[in-house]
């Protein structure tokens, strides 16, 4: 994994995430939905470069907070930066940034049939709220507690 920094999205961040969100996610959001996101107060919208290049985009993560409790509603890594360790390196340190805030829980849906995110998500602390299997619809709730009872 090359040295890398996490930093706020900015205006100009966006054609790289859009092309990112467009090349891997199953469903992915519009420019303006993804613009709206970044320029919404409640959202915390973090990208990751290399520190080698500031300018590059190689992921993000955002997170809305709703009341007392945070929701993670978009992750993404660019197809060739993937399963080397970034989508984890950028979940931990978002977490832990909502931790030292104080937040306990961290909520977020899925897409029943991306395994890949599922088996992510899991892999770093995820439990699934209701199982999949006895839900209806196309997503299913995961959550984690960021303080252990
Ligand atoms: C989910 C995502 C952010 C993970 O980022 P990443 O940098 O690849 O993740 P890491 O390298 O930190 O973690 C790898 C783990 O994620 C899971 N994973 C990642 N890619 C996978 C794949 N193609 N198939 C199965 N599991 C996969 C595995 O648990 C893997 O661990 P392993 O390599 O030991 O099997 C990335 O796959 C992605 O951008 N997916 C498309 C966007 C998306 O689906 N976002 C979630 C929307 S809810």
Redesign the pocket.
Known sequence: MATVILRKAQANDLEQITAIEHS???VPWSRNGLFSEFSTNSVIFWVLSPTSSLSKVI?YICFRMIVDEVYLS????ADK???????????KNALNFWKNRGIERVT????KQ????I??Y???GFFFVCPPDKLKGKFCLMAMKLFQE
């Open positions: 891997v996610q199953p992921g978009n992750i993404a890594i930066y993937q399963r080397l360790g970034y989508g984890s390196f950028l979940l977020l849906d899925v897409c991306n395994h890949q995110a088996s992510f899991a892999r770093n």
